[in-house]
């Protein structure tokens, strides 16, 4: 590699150590201002103020400009580097060169640590070199200028390059490490605040040189394998800035289900993907409200990619210790799993073929009933009369069309408060709420009674079918213990009113005969 290639080399490094080298500009203004200080202070010894004038004001003038008008760049680092040297070269002057290679070396520490470059320690050699050379000449052909402190040129100065050359090569060699480090931390840096303000839609474009880093490749191993994560996220996912309140990153899934993000900046409340606009500040200030700052599986309505709205359990997590402050939000579609569970909690509390609440509905209604603080409810259990000889004489698919005919009138005429169930077979049960006494109870058994007493008319029938029922009415003042005593005295009201004919009503009594409680198969018909 040939110097320019070198030099074309470091040009990679210079724009994340800038902020460094803007940095060190200053600092070696500072510094030439104390050495111009120290320089007037020696000015009197050997009566040198027009060396100071000549050389000391005019450097320091124009390291100040370079530094205000190009600071960071390479040629006022290799100004300031020269600008050192050219002020050691002035104190060595006036102290009559007693001093000239323990001073050289300082310049030198100096300018190595504070530009982190090694072009700036070749220059800054390079002039001090050529110090020594033009001026320590000058100094045996008799000018007032002084460099060395003997009378021996030649072999003075090349003792001192033979003392610096190994120095300044080490200066060299440590200057690319440090600018190394320098250059590695900068790049860390850069990468974890891009990480930060949460841009994670594409990957980092880091040089091969850079990536042989350690600590850069692993922070873009880390970013890469975020991305990676974040695009592989069955669920939709997004990043948001709360300071600009826009989406910064979203994952695959979020493009493929949700409403798009508007491609100008739009604030995340105002994008199509809410179903409501008050949606997005609602959830913030919920989180803002948690210790944790962390909302799980919150239900809200969102829009698909498709326009329709979706139930999603959203979660999100507020990052506001970071700067600036992140939302990461997770949404899934619950919509089909939500319809699926009310689906199975129908099979589970309704009967299949009428659709009416089931035994299993029955009971928590009466549980929900007997635990009331007023207790008033009354039951009318039902049986169908005739509805034996359908499923007999046209088959069962006529007894099921039969029955919910039935379930339908049934529903048609039970009150808002009333709850209508199907036990089993051709018995149903209404729940008369909030009933006052037994005699209002019985009246609106009679109801029920006329209702389905109505011909039935079947497809394929000639003749519409006539379907009854009897009815056994209790109510809660009869003393029922539990749920299946309850059921029990409706039973017994039940099958005294098949025995008394057709179409009748029983009002359960308390103190029956406990023959009674037993109903024989043949009641049934």
Same mark, same amino acid.
């Given at each position: 590699?040939?110097?320019?290639?070198?030099?074309?080399?470091?040009?990679?490094?210079?724009?994340?150590?800038?902020?460094?080298?803007?940095?060190?500009?200053?600092?070696?203004?500072?510094?030439?201002?104390?050495?111009?200080?120290?320089?007037?202070?020696?000015?009197?010894?050997?009566?040198?103020?027009?060396?100071?004038?000549?050389?000391?004001?005019?450097?320091?003038?124009?390291?100040?400009?370079?530094?205000?008008?190009?600071?960071?760049?390479?040629?006022?680092?290799?100004?300031?580097?020269?600008?050192?040297?050219?002020?050691?070269? &002035?104190?060595?002057?006036?102290?009559?060169?007693?001093?000239?290679?323990?001073?050289?070396?300082?310049?030198?520490?100096?300018?190595?640590?504070?530009?982190?470059?090694?072009?700036?320690?070749?220059?800054?050699?390079?002039?001090?070199?050529?110090?020594?050379?033009?001026?320590?000449?000058?100094?045996?052909?008799?000018?007032?200028?002084?460099?060395?402190?003997t009378g021996a040129y030649w072999r003075t100065f090349a003792i001192h390059v033979a003392y610096f050359l190994p120095f300044v090569t080490m200066m060299g060699y440590l200057a690319v490490w440090l !600018?190394?480090?320098?250059?590695?931390?900068?790049?860390?840096?850069? $990468?974890?605040?891009?990480?930060? !303000?949460?841009? &994670?839609?594409? !990957?980092?474009?880091?040089?091969?040189?850079?990536?042989?880093?350690?600590?850069?490749?692993?922070?873009?191993?880390?970013?890469?394998?975020?991305?990676?994560?974040?695009?592989?996220?069955?669920?939709?996912?997004?990043?948001?800035?709360?300071?600009?309140?826009?989406?910064?990153?979203?994952?695959?899934?979020?493009?493929?289900?949700?409403?798009?993000?508007?491609?100008?900046?739009?604030?995340?409340?105002?994008?199509?993907?809410?179903?409501?606009?008050?949606?997005?500040?609602?959830?913030?200030?919920?989180?803002?409200?948690?210790?944790?700052?962390?909302?799980?599986?919150?239900?809200?309505?969102?829009?698909?990619?498709?326009?329709?709205?979706?139930?999603?359990? &959203?979660?999100?997590?507020? $990052?506001?210790?970071?700067?600036?402050?992140?939302?990461?939000?997770?949404?899934?579609?619950?919509?089909?799993?939500?319809?699926?569970?009310?689906?199975?909690?129908?099979?589970?509390?309704?009967?299949?073929?009428?659709?009416?609440?089931?035994?299993?509905?029955?009971?928590?209604?009466?549980?929900?009933?007997?635990?009331?603080?007023?207790?008033?409810?009354?039951?009318?259990?039902?049986? $169908?009369?005739?509805?034996?000889?359908?499923?007999?004489?046209?088959?069962?698919?006529?007894?099921?069309?039969?029955?919910?005919?039935?379930?339908?009138?049934?529903?048609?005429?039970?009150?808002?408060?009333?709850?209508?169930?199907?036990?089993?077979?051709?018995?149903?049960?209404?729940?008369?709420?909030?009933?006052?006494?037994?005699?209002?109870?019985?009246?609106?058994?009679?109801?029920?009674?006329?209702?389905?007493?109505?011909?039935?008319?079947?497809?394929?029938?000639?003749?519409?079918?006539?379907?009854?029922?009897?009815?056994?009415?209790?109510?809660?003042?009869?003393?029922?213990?539990?749920?299946?005593?309850?059921?029990?005295?409706?039973?017994?009201?039940m099958y005294r009113a098949k025995n008394a004919g057709r179409g009748c009503v029983v009002v359960y009594q308390a103190g029956s005969e406990p023959h009674d409680l037993m109903r024989a198969d043949a009641g049934s018909t």
């Open positions: 590699m040939n110097l320019r290639q070198a030099f074309r080399r470091e040009r990679g490094f210079d724009a994340l150590l800038s902020p460094y080298r803007e940095r060190a500009d200053r600092i070696m203004v500072g510094m030439n201002l104390f050495l111009l200080l120290v320089c007037a202070a020696l000015a009197p010894v050997r009566d040198t103020w027009l060396a100071v004038l000549l050389v000391g004001v005019p450097t320091m003038a124009l390291s100040w400009w370079l530094m205000r008008s190009a600071g960071g760049t390479l040629l006022t680092r290799i100004f300031m580097a020269c600008a050192f040297m050219a002020f050691t070269g &002035l104190i060595i002057h006036q102290t009559g060169g007693d001093i000239e290679a323990h001073f050289t070396a300082f310049g030198l520490i100096g300018v190595l640590l504070y530009y982190r470059d090694w072009r700036t320690i070749l220059a800054a050699t390079i002039f001090i070199y050529l110090h020594h050379l033009v001026l320590g000449f000058a100094q045996t052909r008799g000018v007032a200028v002084y460099v060395f402190d !600018r190394r480090e320098g250059h590695e931390a900068a790049h860390v840096i850069a $990468l974890a605040n891009e990480i930060m !303000r949460g841009d &994670l839609t594409k !990957r980092v474009e880091v040089s091969q040189g850079s990536l042989q880093m350690p600590l850069i490749s692993a922070v873009v191993s880390m970013r890469d394998r975020l991305l990676d994560l974040m695009r592989v996220l069955p669920v939709p996912a997004a990043v948001v800035r709360m300071d600009t309140q826009q989406v910064v990153t979203v994952n695959r899934s979020w493009d493929e289900q949700c409403a798009a993000i508007p491609d100008r900046p739009t604030p995340f409340a105002q994008c199509p993907v809410w179903a409501e606009p008050e949606t997005w500040p609602a959830l913030i200030a919920r989180v803002d409200g948690t210790s944790d700052r962390v909302l799980d599986k919150v239900e809200v309505v969102m829009k698909r990619r498709d326009g329709a709205s979706a139930l999603c359990e &959203l979660s999100l997590i507020l $990052l506001d210790d970071a700067v600036p402050a992140m939302a990461i939000v997770t949404a899934e579609d619950i919509t089909q799993r939500r319809q699926a569970e009310l689906e199975m909690q129908r099979l589970a509390y309704r009967d299949a073929l009428t659709d009416l609440p089931n035994r299993a509905s029955l009971y928590r209604e009466l549980r929900a009933q007997m635990a009331a603080a007023a207790h008033r409810c009354a039951v009318v259990m039902m049986d $169908l009369d005739g509805f034996k000889p359908v499923n007999d004489r046209l088959g069962h698919d006529a007894g099921d069309a039969v029955l919910r005919i039935i379930a339908q009138r049934i529903q048609h005429t039970a009150r808002d408060t009333d709850f209508a169930a199907r036990l089993g077979g051709d018995e149903f049960v209404i729940v008369l709420r909030d009933c006052r006494s037994a005699d209002e109870a019985e009246v609106v058994a009679r109801r029920f009674i006329k209702a389905i007493g109505r011909p039935v008319v079947l497809e394929g029938v000639a003749e519409g079918l006539s379907i009854g029922a009897s009815a056994g009415v209790v109510h809660c003042s009869a003393g029922a213990a539990d749920i299946e005593q309850f059921l029990k005295q409706a039973d017994v009201a």
